[in-house]
């Protein structure tokens, strides 16, 4: 099965992968540059975990505003037996 793996180019133009990655001598792989912007800052440490978390937080605000409507809470109420009680009885959360 394929995998993908994050990837800088040094200075020299040799890749870098950022993580391990198993490959074998003469393996054939592809490789896809993405746009100039989108490179993480080689000298920071930040890991994809902490990329992640801060998009996460990032996107919450965004995200609230369609995720704490009443139409997505009986959307979703099935799945929750308890909620969907109070959503009838027509209670705050």
């Given at each position: 099965m394929p995998k993908t793996a994050?990837?800088?180019v040094g200075e020299n133009g040799q890749i870098h992968l950022l993580e391990s990655l198993p490959l074998r001598a003469r393996q054939r792989v592809l490789v896809?540059?993405?746009?100039e912007e989108s490179f993480p800052n080689a000298e920071s440490n930040d890991s994809a975990e902490t990329r992640a978390g801060e998009t996460a937080l990032l996107?919450?605000?965004a995200l609230a505003e369609d995720w704490n409507r009443k139409e997505e809470d009986e959307a979703w109420s099935h799945l929750q037996p308890d909620v969907a009680e109070w959503l009838r009885a027509g209670k705050q959360m």
């Open positions: 994050e990837a800088i896809t540059a993405l746009e996107s919450e605000s």
